[in-house]
């Protein structure tokens, strides 16, 4: 399902896309077919500076489960707009359409994103949206490109030489799709930018035009795409769009097209570098846990749990950490335990166990990638377990942890209601939720620390409160009390 390339030096991540237009492919499944032409290398986010991650969230209303985040720029303030106003976009638009409540399963939006291109020049940010609305996932992407020379952003057809330039592609696009089969439906395929509003370049300057689910063609049909050779889309690019090309092109040369054998090793596995400095069998312990990071407030926190000689878990998003493995490390080598809350965020009870495999896998690959050891924890997000989640999670030798003192720290944004919450809470055993992707909870934080510790409260790492009688793979656990409250 996924790939990493390293060549010399360069890494590129090639993600799980599916083979276009093949009947047999569900939109739940993706299929990584290496030759595909409509396979796109997207930029490792690690190797950009100045790259933040935002993150968008409802908090839990118990009705809609939302989780939007998107990249950030330092250098391209207008790309950054484009972006924040497409994410709110798509969450105004998702909560207008649901309902709150009373809905099970429970309507869903998740965006991610990944890098098409990035460098001082040109940004090209694909965004990848899911909604769940009751049976299936329907997933759509939009691409939205940056020009520094203009220091404009624009939407993909902003890659192409004007009217004409769309619809000459539209042309040669809807040309390749009508041989792929009579369930296209070629009267779809107009010159419209709403259509063609995800185009990239592949490694050889094909532009790859990507639809969403269902848009020209029954949903059966899942990721169509369609690459138009470079030689035949040339004339009809804007400037931007032969400088984005262009650049693709000149990525490719640095890495060429062979697949290498990449070295899998399993690393061992991640452990607090503290842990059994505390014995929870004779001292009160507790855990705090903070999800959804790494995200622009982790360092001040790592810096304010450092001053109070605290631990702590981090269940880090696969994408979030890929863009920043460095404070990855730090967590790692402060003394907390860095471990893994899938790679964007959806929830596992909604996907097949391929998808569940996939998006633990590639998160775990991504945090031993960057700490040199393998998460042993994995918090499902909003805490959905079902069967394939715990068969897939006993697989990949992982513990399932959840939590007993919810602050309820996206919903409220008051640091010290959040604090009250959890030191109320607490007890001995205690597995503490919080969110390192709020300021207001990262605001929370001394006083909860002050205060448990007042208490007499040990801050641990979530094995730690199990001591010598371990964690097993596939189990959930959501406290280590043996006393209630
Ligand atoms: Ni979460």
Known sequence: MRKRRFFGGIATLAFSLAACGVATASPERDVTVPADPTMIDFVDPSKVGGLATRTLTEGDSGGRQVHVSYPEFDAAPKLNEAVSKEAERRLHDFVRSTRVGGLEPRP???MDWALDAATDDLI??????????????????????????????????????????????????KNQLVKRGPEIDQNEVTASANLFDSLAFNRA??????????????????????????RQVEPLLSPAGRRAQDLVRETAMVAPLVTPKVMVSRSPDAVSQNAGSVDCKVRKCVALTFDDGPGPYTARLLDLLQQ?????????????????????????????LVANHSWAHRDLAKLS????????????????????????????????????????????????????????????????????RAVRGAHDGAIILLHDIERTTVDAVPDILNRLKGKGYALVTVPELYGAAGMRPGNVYTSGAVSAP
Not at 129 to 142: D, H, I, K, Q, R
């Open 124 to 173: 090209g940010v694909r965004l990848r949206t899911g909604e769940f609305l009751g049976a299936n996932w329907g997933n759509s992407t939009t691409t939205l490109w940056y020009d520094k020379q203009s220091d404009q952003a624009f939407t993909s057809p902003g890659l192409l030489d004007g009217d004409s330039g769309l619809h000459g592609v539209a042309e040669l696009v």
């Open 308 to 336: 109070a000689d605290a631990r702590a878990t981090f269940f880090t998003l696969g994408a979030n950490a890929s863009a920043d493995p460095a404070i990855l490390r730090r967590m790692s080598k402060e003394g907390h």
């Open 108 to 110: 869903e939006l998740n």
């Open 205 to 230: 300057g094909d532009l790859v035009a990507e639809f969403d689910d269902c848009q020209v063609g029954p949903c059966s049909l899942g990721r169509v795409a369609v690459a138009v050779p470079a």
């Open 353 to 420: 166990s391929s998808k569940i495999a996939d998006t633990l896998g590639r998160t775990q690959d991504t945090i031993a990638g960057a700490i040199g050891q393998t998460p042993t924890l994995v918090r499902p997000p909003y805490g959905a377990v079902n069967i394939d989640v715990r068969t897939v999670a006993r697989r990949l030798g992982v513990s399932l942890v959840n939590w007993d003192v919810d602050t309820l720290d996206l919903r409220d944004r008051d640091p010290r209601l959040v604090a009250q």
